[in-house]
């Protein structure tokens, strides 16, 4: 195992599969919060996950407080909630006891450096609710250098999961994609608690499709966008094109009848796409489409379960598509990153 795996477990028998994690979390090492490491593993565990990121503000993880939580089918990546002047963002993955600075805002141009630093150790720097409603926390920084966006924030300042910081940092990622997607340079979208007190573990949460259940293989998932975001463990969302009128089949490749998945590129050869989006766990959910021409589609879930819903586009007309899923208050129960139509 590299540096980046602490502890230094693998999960047992599963291998590649969707892994649930809040990557977002505080103890009463933090300011602000409430629970110790015990306390945070044992409810992450409740919660259904299957790891959770440490992210102190201003220090570094203290391995002697966290390894001996982390078991076969539990991870803990290190990491620390970078404080600056003019915004927060998250370093994921960091070494035990490293630390990254954050005394500092954006006129000091210090913040790519540190970024290098997280880089180096082939870690995830991942932009924080970056239009939190408080002091330091907008997000001022280019996101040119980061890797991820944290689109979803949890109640921690709130008493609402889905607040009206997260609907503008969801549409201004939605925004972005469009030009992003063509230079093959997007951002995937996270979510993420940042617990500090009782009852917020895991609400929202980024559901990661990695080859294991380690460090390496988790940011790898985040990093590519094989992943999508939950309000709970019960949400569960399938989502995936197809070229229509060919066999079946698995993968990325260029042939008719190929199937992509969240976070994959589809090669379309022109041909008509169908999108499926199957919903369990959200009770009257409505799915919403969205592609590089803004929301496109949304249709009522059906009762069956999974309920499924279809639409039908091309690449001409889509570069990519995602997919929200909303209760009938409108508010986000989950929402994906896109499939990139070629």
Same mark, same amino acid.
């Given at each position: ?37 015990? %306390? ?40 620390? %909630? ?52 408080? =002091? ?51 951002? =995937? ?14 609400? =929202? ?6 080859? %294991? ?8 998932? &985040? ?78 879930? =059906?009762?069956? %379960? ?33 499939? &990139?139509?070629?």
């Amino acid at each position: 195992m590299t540096s980046l795996s602490f502890p230094p477990v693998r999960a047992v028998g599963r291998g590649a599969a969707w892994y649930r994690g809040d990557s977002h979390v505080h103890s009463v090492r933090s300011d602000g919060g409430e629970l110790t490491p015990e %306390e945070l593993a044992l409810r992450a565990r409740a919660a259904g996950l299957d790891f959770i990121a440490t992210t102190e503000h201003k220090a570094a993880a203290e391995p002697g407080a966290w390894g001996q939580l982390a078991t076969d089918d539990f991870l803990i990546v290190l990491g620390q %909630e970078v404080t600056t002047r003019t915004g927060h963002w998250l370093a994921l993955g960091l070494r035990p006891g490293q630390a990254v600075d954050w005394d500092y805002g954006v006129e000091d141009g210090l913040v790519d450096r540190c970024l290098d630093q997280v880089h180096r150790e082939r870690g995830l720097c991942v932009v924080a609710h970056p239009h939190a409603p408080y =002091p330091t926390g907008g997000f001022m920084y280019s996101f040119e250098g980061f890797d991820v966006v944290e689109v979803w924030n949890g109640s921690w300042t709130s008493d609402q999961p889905w607040q009206a910081d997260n609907e503008v940092a969801l549409a201004a990622w939605g925004r972005s994609l469009a030009a992003d997607v063509r230079t093959g340079s997007w951002r =995937p979208a996270m979510g993420n608690s940042d617990t500090h007190w009782e009852g917020q573990i895991g609400t =929202p949460h980024t559901v990661v499709f990695a080859e %294991e259940l380690s460090t390496e293989a988790i940011l790898a998932g &985040i990093r590519s966008g094989r992943s999508w975001i939950a309000e709970s463990a019960a949400v569960r969302v399938s989502f995936t094109a197809r070229v229509e009128g060919g066999v079946d089949g698995v993968g990325t490749g260029a042939e008719a009848g190929v199937e992509a998945g969240v976070g994959e590129r589809l090669a379309t050869r022109g041909g008509r796409v169908e999108v499926r989006v199957a919903v369990q766990g959200v009770p009257a959910a409505t799915v919403s489409f969205h592609t590089d021409r803004e929301r496109v589609h949304r249709a009522a879930v =059906p009762g069956d %379960e999974p309920g499924l819903v279809r639409w039908h586009t091309t690449a001409e007309d889509s570069a990519f598509v995602r997919v929200e899923v909303h209760h009938p208050d409108g508010t986000v129960a989950a929402l994906t990153n896109p499939i &990139i139509l070629s």
